[in-house]
């Protein structure tokens, strides 16, 4: 199967699987399963960011939130230990499930183990597409997610998390980052972070 051939069906694989998303998302009118949701905009975030990224770095883009709601934040104590533990379970959770879709479409030993490096997010800051998978997260998180998560949040915990957001990220993202469409609300709050 030609790698295009093997690309696509691994997009409609992990899809299909983030079509059972329980939680729904409505944007511009039509609901989405939440995951589903994040997934497409993590795609076109790439494509437009980094058009040329590997194969591997598409794939993982696609699968990097795969049936997130299986294990839920609330199944963790509510505190920075539980939050880091769940991070790290999840990581290994989305590794099991995209290899095992990869491995359905025929994808190779090596292709399955860098996808699997990617959304274990080694060697950041070292790894060029371990770096532009964070930089992705990032840009989607702030184009789509940071205004609503702002909403329900004291600022100085927003600008605690803007600050730390923007340490993981290149200074390719960074750029990236302050051409994204934006409320003045938004930009306000983030360069007040960036100032202090």
């Not at 999840?90 to 290899?99: G, I, P, Q, V, Y």
């Not at 960074?174 to 983030?190: D, N, V």
């Amino acid at each position: 199967m030609a790698n295009s051939n093997k690309l696509e069906l691994a997009f409609l694989l992990f899809d299909k699987a983030n079509t059972k998303d329980p939680n729904v998302e409505e944007y511009l009118g039509k609901a989405y399963p939440k995951e589903l949701l994040y997934a497409i905009r993590m795609t076109e975030k790439l494509n437009t960011f980094k058009p040329d990224a590997s194969e591997a770095l598409k794939l993982t883009a696609r699968c990097q939130h795969i049936c997130r709601w299986e294990i839920p934040r609330e199944s963790y104590e509510m505190n920075r230990a539980g939050y880091l533990t769940w991070r790290q379970d999840l990581k290994k959770f989305h590794a099991e499930r995209a290899s095992s879709i990869l491995k359905e479409v025929g994808y190779d030993e090596e292709t399955i183990e860098k996808v699997r490096f990617l959304l274990e997010k080694k060697q950041l800051k070292k790894n060029e597409d371990t770096q532009t998978l964070e930089d992705i997260i990032c840009l989607v998180f702030l184009e789509f997610y940071f205004e609503p998560f702002a909403h329900g949040h004291p600022e100085e915990k927003i600008i605690d998390i803007l600050q730390k957001t923007w340490r993981k990220m290149s200074n390719e993202g960074q750029a990236a980052a302050l051409e994204l469409p934006l409320s003045k609300k938004s930009l306000t709050i983030i360069n007040k972070a960036l100032n202090s």
